[in-house]
């Protein structure tokens, strides 16, 4: 027998043994999304190996799907290889006037950066300790008195405050706060509903400071302590008014952190009450930059005090991990500001300039992007549209970026199944075996990442779900059980 011979008996060897394992893997994969609570849906799966670049399995790997949250692979992907990981967000404090006998006379003005990290509660650090090192830098210079207003200079982005075609029942919450070039706590309070007795109001609290900027309408009820909880919010539009209507079993806390309208102003005034607090007196009040008649021109300004954000790794790790949309989008419009693309259609602060600079990621990573419709950088908009093919290509082009620090710090912005962030409470079984993104929206489910099986290959994937009729944790515990046997099975 020639050689020729033995290697075509090898070659016919192999395709037998694999054949078997294909159909079988195709075979238990269809049975999990042919199941009757999601066979009305539409299923999207690609999954490729990292080490060969083949495709371990394709179900529909090329048709549009939205992604929900998955979205924010394609911002914090573009964001890393433009930006670089360690780039960071400096926010400034400027005196525009003159100092004399511990007195500003003129105006204190914030040159905002488009920082989503000052006063966040994704961080350890506790919200004030900006504003009260601040404080300490006017007493340093001699401040203690301040004629003029608290400017907040908000023009780094447009003024448009929310995304595309987001839902207008989102607005109230926090996941949905308004997006401004000068954010502050999330641009979101943070309410706590405290249950009393049976039969009267709950007792209300809430953070930043319980800041005068909201009124809070507490039209709250106790009820017995075996009751359900009924939560109850709405902000009226235009206004920052909240009326709270939600029912609390004694014994329970109602909490949910409710959007701010114009978080500049959001800033300024809280801004101004931590320096009232500090012992600083001002005259005015905070106000909008666009309410001056001329700009500030900062060549001529007294810089007093700045904030320097994380880098940029540790603000991807925040939103990849934790799913943090504010932080996405702010993102999204610093790609653009960055890089600005030669288009007089775009605003240069806008998020469809940052859209534009961030196709030439997407293009790098051999995705057409004819095909690939995005119009947000966080996934709430329905109008999102990616294939799984796209999703895995992004994948695949990150885990072998040239650069190890952009590779790196990608791959540790992932939830770790069964560790922490999205996935902490999922793949408890197989703990540290996959990072990964998640994505939900209503009847919108997304799950795409990595996985590491347990013979060692190293697989990118990603899972979608549009138009299921059944709760989400069904469609969940169907992508876990994909994602367990691709572990298992390969």
């Given at each position: ?75 914090t992907a573009a964001a890393l290889e433009q930006l ?6 400096r926010t400034q404090l400027f005196a525009d006037g ?187 009040r905070g106000v909008d930059v666009d309410d001056l ?198």
């Amino acid at each position: 027998m020639n050689v020729l011979t033995l290697l075509g008996l090898l070659t016919l060897s192999l395709q037998a043994d694999a054949q078997p394992h294909w159909h079988s893997l195709e075979h238990e994969i269809g049975e999990i999304t042919k199941r009757p609570a999601t066979g009305n849906a539409w299923w999207g799966i690609y999954v490729v190996d990292l080490g060969t670049g083949q495709p371990v399995y394709d179900e529909n790997a090329g048709r549009s799907f939205m992604p929900a949250s998955g979205t924010k692979l394609y911002t914090t992907a573009a964001a890393l290889e433009q930006l670089g990981p360690d780039y960071q967000y400096r926010t400034q404090l400027f005196a525009d006037g003159t100092v004399a006998d511990s007195v500003l006379y003129g105006s204190l003005i914030v040159r905002g950066a488009g920082d989503p990290t000052l006063g966040s509660t994704q961080l350890d650090a506790p919200f004030a300790h900006v504003f009260l090192a601040w404080a300490d830098s006017l007493r340093a210079a001699g401040i203690t008195h301040i004629t003029g207003d608290i400017v907040g200079d908000d023009d780094i982005f447009d003024d448009t405050p929310l995304g595309d075609s987001w839902a207008w029942d989102d607005e109230v919450y926090g996941y949905a706060a308004q997006i401004s070039g000068l954010s502050f706590h999330d641009n979101a309070i943070d309410i706590a509903i405290k249950a009393a007795a049976a039969g009267s109001a709950a007792t209300v609290s809430w953070e930043p400071l319980a800041t005068s900027y909201v009124t809070i309408l507490n039209d709250t009820r106790t009820v017995r302590a075996d009751a359900a909880l009924e939560e109850g919010y709405r902000r009226l539009p235009g206004t920052n008014t909240v009326h709270l209507y939600s029912e609390v079993p004694e014994g329970q806390t109602d909490r949910e952190s409710i959007a701010v309208h114009n978080p500049t102003g959001f800033f300024v005034h809280v801004l101004h009450e931590v320096l009232v607090s500090q012992g600083i007196d001002i005259g005015g009040r905070g106000v909008d930059v666009d309410d001056l008649l001329d700009k500030p021109d900062y060549d001529t300004l007294q810089r007093l005090a700045s904030y320097t954000s994380p880098p940029l790794s540790a603000i991807v790790r925040v939103i990849n991990k934790e799913s943090q949309n504010l932080y996405a989008e702010l993102l999204l419009r610093t790609i653009g500001r960055k890089h600005p693309m030669m288009d007089e259609d775009l605003a240069e602060s806008s998020a469809e300039m940052g859209l534009a600079a961030a196709m030439e990621t997407y293009a790098a990573a051999a995705i057409d992007t004819s095909r690939l419709q995005l119009v947000d950088g966080s996934g709430l908009s329905r109008k999102n549209l990616v294939t799984p093919a796209m999703t895995v290509g992004l994948l695949q082009y990150m885990a072998n970026h040239a650069d190890p620090r952009i590779r790196t710090a990608f791959e540790n912005s992932l939830a770790v199944g069964g560790q922490d962030g999205t996935l902490q409470h999922r793949f408890r079984s197989s703990a540290g075996m996959i990072r990964a993104k998640t994505g939900s929206l209503g009847s919108v489910s997304s799950l795409s990442g990595y996985l590491r099986t347990r013979t060692g290959r190293r697989l990118a994937f990603s899972f979608v779900c549009n138009h299921y009729t059944v709760p989400a944790s069904e469609v969940r515990r169907a992508m876990d059980h994909i994602a367990a046997t691709l572990i298992s099975g390969l």
